[in-house]
């Protein structure tokens, strides 16, 4: 039995909730390439801590609205 | 297609591009008998004539990328707004070529397949001295390694741009 660690986002359901913000204008506020916010929400990149910060500031919420880190048993 | 992954394509065109007409040229030229086997002196001259072509070809290439990508992007923002800004449009093409950490991140694990690509090709070459074949073998294994871990590196971007990190 071994402990499985996942980090799941709403980056996609903020950005709706946020005038339906595109990808590209959170790339400009977060200050990273659109690529980068296409990978995070597709769960396919964890952020560092400074980019989470500034992405959940992009959004004017708190980290934690913004990334759920989950601990799995497998 | 974002300009990371338009950008690595290029260069794997590029890169792939000067490698297969080396090939050709070195080929055409040895099947003419113009290069012989033990001539380490002509093989290191293409080499070098090469390496300059290779820098020069992919600057080139960039900067003819880079103007293209340029105009596409104007052309898109005039499609979508109708018209188009300067600066909106300045504005636009800094964002995309932003490098961010997960462009450097992704820099670093496909550089680290080109030295490999290349230590493989240097080790090689050095067993396939070792083992008595012609110092012209060896010095195109190596040669090639380069350029392979060239191409490699750009394949490895993608893969990672794709997959993600």
Redesign the interface.
């Known amino acids: 039995m071994g402990k499985q660690f996942e980090i799941t986002n709403n980056v996609r359901k903020l950005r709706f909730f946020n005038d339906e913000m595109t990808q590209q204008q959170l790339a400009e506020k977060a200050e990273v390439s659109r690529q980068t916010i296409i990978a995070i929400e597709g769960g396919k990149y964890s952020p560092s801590l400074e980019l989470a910060f500034r992405i959940a500031h992009a959004f004017g919420v708190q980290i934690n609205d913004v990334f759920d880190y989950r601990v799995t048993e497998k | 297609m974002?300009?990371?992954?338009a950008k690595t394509i290029t260069n794997i065109l590029s890169g792939t591009g000067v490698l297969v007409v080396y090939l050709f040229y070195v080929s055409n030229r040895y099947q003419a008998g113009l290069l012989a086997m033990d001539e380490l002196q002509s093989w290191s001259q293409i080499m070098l004539i090469f390496i300059g072509i290779g820098i020069a070809v992919a600057i080139l290439v960039q900067i003819i990328f880079h103007i293209l990508f340029s105009i596409g992007m104007a052309v898109n923002q005039s499609i979508k707004n109708g018209n188009c800004n300067d600066q909106d449009l300045e504005?636009?093409i800094k964002?995309?070529m932003?490098?961010?950490?997960?462009?450097k991140l992704i820099e670093l694990k496909s550089m680290r397949v080109s030295y490999i690509t290349v230590g493989i090709g240097f080790v090689a070459s050095l067993a396939l001295l070792f083992f008595d074949y012609s110092a012209f073998i060896a010095l195109n294994v190596l040669f090639a390694s380069f350029y392979t871990g060239g191409i490699l590196d750009g394949f490895t971007q993608l893969y990672y741009?794709k997959?993600?990190?």
């Open positions: 974002s300009y990371q992954i504005k636009t964002m995309e932003v490098e961010d950490e997960m462009g741009y997959r993600g990190v």
